[in-house]
């Protein structure tokens, strides 16, 4: 986690991605925060201190997870989205509740030991070099007898020259001289047959363990290609990068960070709160809630990589609970989110914004798209407006899918100069490829959808 980093600038940040939204920024801002005061408490009361979970309420498409996910990069905090329907549908078993951290730690333990990777990155790039130096120079066999007594030889400026000879290789290496040459490499295969076995702990579980079994037991094989030098460098600074990290130390960083500053978001929490229950699907929704709740209270799991206590995760629930509310859920899941964000929803005036403010706003994506062909979009104000009401009717009239209905509407309203940006004829004037979108080739491409609600049913 990032050291000190304070709620408003943590606002500020969210603010370049993420428009409006404000309550729900403050809200997991303030929420980052305490896991950075709570590392500074003294020992005897910080394992005291529980996350403050947070449910974010509102439609699809207003940003929920756009907050979770900007927030871990943000932080550089473990994070793993899992949607809650998955744990349960009528007449399927759904996935094992635990799953959701042995997935998180996975993901922990990939992003540490990729790290590691990069910081012995240099010194496996020397390792590397000198393997394919053996390759390419190998070694020459040693003479079965030892030469008489008065015999002639030359073995003593023989260690001279292939030194010599290595150097220049080496030399020749580093220039890509030799890229194109072949050599032949043993490359080891990663074929395993698949077995699944279900479990009590979950089949998901099992498999790792029984693969990673095999694995150990049954000798890898090797097979040799013929490969050019610079490929095989490639795969052998990979394979040196590999040997060189601490597999312990990674685990271990791993795990700290995880039970320390990971983040699950469960989205679709919604879906598994009834309104009545005791019979029909309701009876899963709450089995799946009881499932959930020591995992979320605090708990250990049991990983490949060893025990993790999910006591100081961060769980941030969504939904949009336009059937149910978060008053539907079980007392006990009900508090452990103690916060409480209803987020807004998402009229033209915020579309606009989104298309014009962010760091990735849309308009800058196609302008940088269609820039690969050099062809030069412009957006003239009007046409941005336009494009910004138009979703608004389009969402009153359909689905309220929120700053996703822009995505379609751009992708329709630019089909056809996609489609042509590789043919279009340069400009005289300027020697440019240049397309400008006025107001009223908007209102042309989309008049049809908006006046036609099957239509814009059908197509948006």
Request: aromatic share 4%; charged share 30%; net charge negative.
């Amino acid at each position: 986690m990032t050291t000190g980093i304070t709620p408003s600038q943590i606002v500020s940040a969210l603010d370049k991605y993420i428009i409006g939204q404000d309550k729900a920024k403050k809200s997991v801002a303030i929420a980052l925060r305490n896991r950075w005061r709570r590392q500074h408490v003294d020992d005897d009361l910080k394992d005291e201190i529980a996350p403050k979970n947070i449910i974010l309420i509102g439609p699809t498409g207003v940003g929920k997870t756009e907050i979770a996910r900007r927030l871990s990069k943000l932080t550089d905090s473990p994070f793993s989205k899992v949607e809650a329907s998955k744990f349960t549908e009528v007449g399927y078993v759904g996935r094992d509740v635990e799953s959701m951290v042995r997935d998180l730690v996975e993901l922990t333990v990939n992003d540490v030991k990729q790290r590691e990777q990069v910081s012995v990155r240099e010194k496996a790039a020397q390792v590397a070099e000198e393997r394919m130096l053996d390759l390419l120079l190998p070694k020459p066999a040693a003479k079965p007898f030892p030469p008489q007594e008065g015999e002639m030889t030359t073995e003593a400026t023989a260690p001279d020259q292939a030194a010599g000879t290595r150097q220049k290789l080496r030399e020749m290496l580093r220039k890509g001289k030799l890229d194109d040459r072949f050599v032949d490499l043993d490359v080891s295969e990663k074929s395993m047959p698949m077995v699944e076995i279900f479990s009590a702990s979950g089949m998901e579980e099992m498999g790792i363990n029984l693969r990673d079994m095999l694995g150990n037991i049954m000798p890898k094989n090797k097979k040799r290609r013929k490969v050019k030098v610079k490929e095989a460098l490639k795969a052998l600074t990979e394979e040196e990068a590999q040997n060189l990290v601490d597999m312990d130390r990674v685990v271990k960083l791993a795990i700290e960070k995880v039970e320390e500053n990971g983040i699950i978001f469960l989205d679709e929490i919604d879906k598994i709160a009834g309104k009545n229950g005791g019979q029909g699907p309701d009876v899963s929704r709450e089995g799946v809630q009881r499932d959930l709740l020591p995992i979320v209270e605090g708990s250990t799991v049991t990983t490949k990589y060893g025990p993790v206590r999910t006591d100081h995760i961060l769980f941030i629930g969504a939904g949009a609970f336009h059937t149910v509310k978060p008053s539907d859920l079980i007392p006990e899941l009900q508090g452990r989110f103690p916060i409480r964000v209803e987020l807004d929803s998402l009229g033209s005036d915020e579309f606009y914004r989104i298309l014009t403010e962010p760091q990735n706003a849309l308009l800058l994506q196609y302008i940088a798209l269609l820039r690969t062909e050099a062809v030069e979009i412009v957006f003239e104000d009007e046409a941005v407006i336009d494009i910004a009401k138009t979703a608004e009717e389009v969402n009153n009239l359909t689905e309220n899918i929120g700053a996703r209905r822009l995505h379609t509407l751009m992708e329709h309203l630019l089909e056809d100069i996609l489609f042509a940006a590789p043919d279009l004829p340069e400009d005289l004037g300027s020697g440019d490829r240049r397309v400008v979108i006025d107001a009223a080739y908007v209102q042309e491409k989309l008049k049809d959808i908006k006046g036609n609600e099957d239509l814009s049913r059908y197509i948006l």
